[in-house]
């Protein structure tokens, strides 16, 4: 079902995990404005963290179709969608992409649990 390799799904979480948990980071979950381009002025900040730059690279590193399925993932673990309505939260993830995928994903408050989330509701699990 999935074209993202889970294990590399597993991987970003245990990544963001590790980014989420640092002190210095913060992320706001709600933008003062519309306007405001609030997750690039806050990963600006952490353009030198070795782990903030592993996450990055591998989201970057990924085909569009599979930065489709990641932010999809997302979206389903969050619950904007339920894992039967897949197809359309990755029509809708393809519909919305562009090259700054990663740094959306990155700003998002909650993202290892999300992703975990969506992991076990389509069937999978980061467990060995």
């Known amino acids: 079902m999935l074209n993202i390799n889970p294990q590399t ?4 979480i245990d990544k ?7 002190e210095e ?11 405001d381009d609030w997750a690039m002025q806050v990963l600006a900040d952490h353009r030198d963290d070795m782990t903030y730059g592993e996450l990055h690279s591998t989201i970057n590193d990924l085909e569009p179709d599979q930065q489709v399925e990641l932010v999809a993932l997302m979206w389903v673990g969050r619950g904007d969608y339920d894992a039967d309505e897949w197809d359309a939260a990755t029509q809708n ?4 992409w562009n090259n700054r995928t ?8 909650l993202l290892a649990d999300y992703l975990s989330e969506a992991l076990n509701q389509l ?5 060995e």
């Open 9 to 12: 799904v597993c991987f970003l």
């Open 16 to 22: 963001a995990r590790e980014f989420h948990a640092k």
């Open 25 to 35: 980071v913060t992320i706001p979950e709600m933008t003062t404005s519309p306007s």
């Open 93 to 96: 993830a393809k519909d919305e």
């Open 102 to 109: 990663a740094e959306y994903v990155i700003a998002t408050p």
């Open 123 to 127: 069937g999978y699990s980061c467990e």
